[in-house]
C-alpha cells in the first residue's frame, strides 16, 4: 500500500442516479460544464493540472 499525503479536491459536483441510465446523461452534462466554462482555469493557487474524477 502507498501513502499519499493529505490534499484537497476542489471543483463542481452533481447529485445523480444510476435509473434509466440517468447518470451518464447528468455526468456528460457536468463534463460539458467543465470544460465549457473552464473550471481548471479558475481554481486559484492549484498546484497541479490533474484532474480527479470521484
Known sequence: MEHIENFKIIG????????NGKSAEDLGKLWEQFYGENVPNKIPNKISDEIYSI
Open 12 to 19: 463542481i459536483e452533481t447529485e445523480t442516479t444510476n435509473e
